[in-house]
């Protein structure tokens, strides 16, 4: 089973700061997907990115794929306390049809 | 709404206790996968199926656990004599194959076990 790390397990900042978050792994996965969660709600997806090496921007936030496809991270630049959530990353495992998650990120932006 | 949903929201259950849930995926989607998340974790996969067929199973899933989908479209979870442990969030998430490897995940059923 590959396994996914996420780093830190918890943020807390101001608002106006920036935030990365991290997910790695010792293995590749074919794609990586990051979502965030409300409480209590299921995860909303954020991005897919696919090709290593690979760069998404959605608004204030980017996306970066390893070029070895073996990791991610999440960059939010001045954060708002909209962005307050669990941040997950999950790999996709294309032999084994289902997705690895990451213990996830708590991100808390204070106003 | 076509998104994928997921009855009931909310269940509180005593411990020995029967439960079923039931997820209804996006429409056109054939795969469908349910998902287990404790209080502080992220998701942990369950099972999926493509179509009716059940073609995987976690070792979390232990024989109390059963899954459905028996036309193909929704699918029900179903625990037998549960137990305290089983108090988590079930989640239920489908795709399309061959369309990319983006799973859309419904709002999750919260079960408590007393």
């Known amino acids: 089973t590959q396994l996914l790390e996420q780093s830190p397990q918890f943020l807390s900042i101001q608002e106006g700061e920036n935030l990365t978050v991290y997910c790695n792994s010792s293995s590749v996965f074919s794609s990586l997907q990051w979502y965030r969660q409300e409480p209590g709600e299921g995860p909303v997806l954020l991005v897919t990115?696919?090709?290593?090496?690979e760069v998404k921007k959605l608004k204030r936030l980017t996306f970066q794929f390893g070029d070895a496809r073996k990791d991610s991270s999440l960059h939010i630049t001045a954060a708002q306390p909209g962005d307050t959530g669990l941040y997950l990353c999950a790999g996709f495992e294309a032999a084994g049809n289902k997705l690895t998650f990451g213990g996830g990120t708590r991100v808390l932006v204070k106003p | 709404d076509t998104g994928v949903s997921q009855n009931p929201r909310h269940k509180i259950t005593k411990r020995g206790q029967n439960v079923t849930f039931r997820c209804d995926p996006i429409?056109?989607?054939?795969?469908l996968y349910w998902y287990r998340q404790t209080l502080g974790q992220g998701p942990e996969f369950l099972t999926y199926?493509?179509?009716?067929?059940?073609?995987?199973k976690s070792r979390l899933l232990s024989d109390r656990f059963s899954a459905e989908r028996p036309k193909g479209s929704f699918s029900t979870l179903e625990i037998q004599r549960t137990e305290q442990g089983d108090s988590a969030m079930y989640l239920c998430a489908s795709r399309m194959q061959g369309a990319g490897q983006t799973q859309y995940f419904g709002p999750g059923t919260r079960l408590l076990v007393l």
């Open positions: 429409s056109e989607h054939n795969r």
């Open positions: 990115v696919v090709t290593g090496g």
């Open positions: 199926f493509q179509n009716e067929a059940q073609l995987e």
